[in-house]
């Protein structure tokens, strides 16, 4: 069974830091990529960020470029997001999802495999 559970959501200040995790079951990192997907109060849900393990491609929105970094653990099978001078803007439920491509310049493939997502929430 595919299962992607993420973890690591909270309230903080801005400014602040925060790690999400993606705990990946079912498969292995190699056989998908993982892009990391968010979803703020009354917008649409818009993918930001993602990696292909066995490519060697992440890919980054410019509105968190710099300041957010896709790491993954094959070991673990686990996919993590270091989330740094956090701001309001970013406040949404975060999930994480697997899907066929990470593209270096347009992000992640429609997400075939999601988690229930993991809320952030940053205060000014």
């Known amino acids: 069974e595919v299962q992607l559970v993420e973890s690591g959501g909270g309230s903080l200040q801005a400014g602040g830091s925060l790690r999400l995790s993606c705990a990946v079951s079912g498969f292995a990192l190699d056989d998908f990529a993982l892009g990391w997907f968010r979803q703020a109060p009354g917008k649409e849900r818009e993918a930001f960020s993602c990696?292909?393990?066995?490519?060697?491609?992440?890919y980054y929105k410019n509105s968190v470029k710099g300041r957010f970094t896709i790491s993954s653990d094959n070991a673990k099978n686990a996919v993590y997001l270091q989330m740094n001078n956090l701001k309001p803007e970013d406040t949404a439920v975060y999930y994480c999802?697997?899907?066929?491509?990470?593209?270096?310049?347009?992000?992640?493939?429609?997400?075939?495999?999601w988690g229930k997502g993991t809320l952030v929430t940053v205060s000014p």
């Open positions: 999802a697997a899907s066929w491509d990470c593209y270096s310049d347009h992000g992640p493939s429609p997400g075939l495999y």
């Open positions: 990696l292909s393990s066995k490519d060697g491609i992440t």
